[in-house]
């Protein structure tokens, strides 16, 4: 079979006889085995030793008659001996399978094509092998689905698991934190009962030493309550990292699962998988409280806080008849209108990431938390000066001891001083180094906060600064960095233009500018896109490319932009770029077919009948007939005639032949 080597043999066997012809579906599988012969070099000498039949038995099969499951098994592992070819050998298997059964559920009979004209029989054969090209393409359609719903059904485990430890660690963190506060209660009783028993005259000894007895108890319960209450929340936050992980990748799935169905022609489907659960598939998931809507979810969380805070005042009226209940409800009712944090209060302090903080800094820190934490004014002028006047480390060091005082909003806004007080070489390493700290600990989403109130609200100048000093990185430049410079968009029209006139300056591009430029296309209006690209093209002609790159694909959203552009600086920079765009699933190009049929006001109707021409004229011929079929369906629905969109390119269509007259 294979050579010693593990190579593929390269020696011409014997040719293969005429195909049986029992049916066109054991033709297709006969010649996919002779592919696999042919392409690994075996000989029938080397299928006898690996299927144990005779050579006209093995010679029988090759032609389409008495095919069995064995037989193509074995041919095909026989075939994938090689090393190169090994790989594929799981693939082949599952195709030579696949086909097998289509052939024994359908019986198709092959065309008798020897009283037609050789023309006609040359036309007929390429069609046939065309067509099994296509099945074998849906075939591996069918085996990505198949593997992608697999993974829809991991990813239902995962949520499952994650929800039921999520479940049972925000109960146990319920328990263990009134626990923590009852005992608290104990060790500040038995501390006064010690201290009053130490000044009685005379003291009471035995007392005293019940009460040390007593007391080194309860604070060690108190310890231990601590550490278990720590160790949960810690699992209660990794138990939600891994939810919500799980829902990305599930919505992700099922989205690249839809694509994989319109291109196989399924009904669209909504659970995890379209396959029936073997007996180690999860069961369903019940739905999530808050469903996967996030504006249903921040509803209903509005009104459970409302809830949660309507039974604690009942609860502490209950308690304490003349006690101020005001600030429960006021937490509800104002929760849209504070500064949110960024991480929990008992997470790693600043020092998990320095590591070096001198005691003086500690100390400075501690006194000073308490007394903004006591005024808690978001607008107390020493958050300025302390983020201009220490060191960054300080600052964030005081931010952390403030989110451990429950003062959010201060933390919050000394950090968003500390973003604008920093020359842009000290804020870009002290973003990175944030953002490289990943989310669990919250670092992650601090930098993102920092670097989206640096591009927002500092001159343009410093931005540019920043994104020279990022763009050092490379490559290896954070996500979340590179996402984040969008942000920039959304600045004043003479911002941008002044951040991107410096950042076109010169042939090298980062990945920083591409996010720019992308953020710009979708945010900016149509005719201050423009407008950008008639400043910029002084500077940089290629800016009309840049930003036709920075388009979605295809930029069905978009068309008014490229109508737009293509008024302005013509067809030229368009048109070597616009066969790589206009591709998608026949719903996708219907509907881009429809926004260029739409009536364009004077001038852009001259340009948009010529993108028109253009792009009507690359889908035509990038597009095979079932799809579009598909399209016609579609712009039908949308109220388009499909005759009418396509009669001026009917010369573009394949022209089938007549059928020839009968004898």
């Given at each position: ?14 040719k293969f006889g005429p195909l049986r012809d ?559 765009a206009y591709r998608g699933s026949s719903a ?57 969109v396509f009669a001026p390119y009917a010369e ?12």
């Amino acid at each position: 079979m294979a050579g010693a080597a593990g190579q593929p043999r390269t020696r011409p066997g014997r040719k293969f006889g005429p195909l049986r012809d029992r049916s066109q579906e054991y033709n297709a599988l006969a010649r996919f085995l002779r592919t696999r012969v042919q392409e690994a070099g075996v000989t029938v000498s080397d299928l006898v030793t690996a299927t144990g039949l005779q050579k006209s038995a093995i010679s029988e099969r090759l032609a389409g008659d008495k095919l069995d499951a064995e037989f193509v098994d074995a041919v095909v592992v026989a075939c994938t001996e090689a090393r190169e070819l090994l790989p594929r050998r799981a693939r082949l298997r599952a195709q030579g399978a696949e086909l097998l059964r289509i052939a024994r559920e359908r019986a198709n009979p092959v065309p008798d094509l020897t009283r037609h004209p050789p023309a006609v029989r040359n036309t007929a054969i390429a069609a046939m092998e065309s067509a099994q090209r296509a099945q074998e393409e849906l075939l591996d359609v069918y085996r990505d689905l198949t593997r992608k719903n697999d993974e829809l059904e991991a990813l239902t485990r995962v949520q499952q698991q994650s929800r039921l430890a999520l479940g049972e660690a925000t109960s146990l963190s319920s328990t263990l934190s009134t626990w923590v506060i009852i005992l608290a209660n104990e060790v500040e009783q038995l501390s006064l009962e010690r201290e009053l028993t130490i000044t009685a005259e005379p003291p009471d000894l035995a007392r005293l030493a019940d009460v040390d007895a007593e007391l080194a108890t309860i604070t060690a319960r108190h310890g231990r309550t601590a550490t278990a209450l720590a160790r949960t929340e810690q699992d209660r936050r990794l138990a939600a990292e891994l939810l919500a992980e799980a829902l990305t990748r599930t919505r992700r799935a099922r989205a690249e699962r839809q694509n994989l169905q319109v291109a196989a022609a399924l009904p669209m489907t909504n659970g995890t998988s379209s396959h029936p659960p073997d007996g180690t598939a999860p069961a369903p998931l019940p739905p999530a409280p808050f469903g996967d809507d996030i504006d249903m979810a921040l509803e209903r969380a509005e009104a459970v806080s409302r809830r949660i805070a309507d039974r604690l005042s009942q609860a502490l009226t209950t308690l304490d008849p003349g006690a101020e209940t005001s600030p429960l409800r006021e937490s509800a009712d104002n929760a849209d209108n504070a500064v949110t944090s960024t991480e929990s209060a008992d997470n790693v302090l600043w020092w998990d990431l320095v590591a070096d903080v001198p005691t003086p800094s500690f100390s400075w820190a501690e006194r000073t938390a308490i007394a903004l934490a006591q005024d808690r004014d978001p607008h107390d002028r020493r958050l300025t000066e302390i983020a201009r006047d220490r060191p960054a480390r300080d600052a964030l060091l005081l931010a952390d001891l403030l989110q451990e005082r429950r003062w959010q909003e201060g933390a919050a806004r000394l950090r968003i001083a500390v973003a604008l007080a920093l020359e842009p070489g000290a804020l870009a390493p002290l973003i990175l180094a944030l953002v490289k700290r990943g989310r669990f600990m919250g670092r992650a989403q601090q930098g993102a906060q920092m670097l989206h109130v640096a591009l927002l609200t500092r001159p343009p100048e410093d931005v540019v600064a920043l994104h020279e000093v990022m763009a050092q990185v490379g490559d290896e430049l954070p996500r979340t960095v590179r996402e984040g410079f969008g942000v920039a968009a959304r600045r004043p029209y003479q911002d941008v233009l002044v951040m991107v006139r410096e950042l076109i300056d010169g042939t090298a591009r980062h990945a920083v500018d591409s996010v720019l430029f992308e953020a710009i296309v979708r945010n900016r209006r149509p005719a201050e896109v423009v407008a950008l690209v008639d400043e910029l093209r002084e500077v940089d002609e290629s800016i009309p490319f840049v930003l036709f790159m920075a388009l979605p694909r295809p930029p069905v959203e978009h068309t008014e932009l490229l109508v737009r552009l293509w008024n302005a600086v013509g067809p030229g920079p368009f048109r070597e770029m616009l066969p790589g765009a206009y591709r998608g699933s026949s719903a996708q190009v219907a509907d881009q077919i429809a926004e260029l049929h739409q009536a364009w006001p004077p001038p852009l109707s001259v340009a948009a009948a010529a993108l028109r021409d253009e792009i009507m004229k690359l889908i035509i011929r990038g597009t095979t007939l079932d799809m579009l079929e598909g399209i016609e369906n579609r712009l039908e629905r949308l109220g388009l005639s499909a005759d009418t969109v396509f009669a001026p390119y009917a010369e573009l269509f394949p022209r089938v032949p007549a059928p020839p007259a009968a004898p």
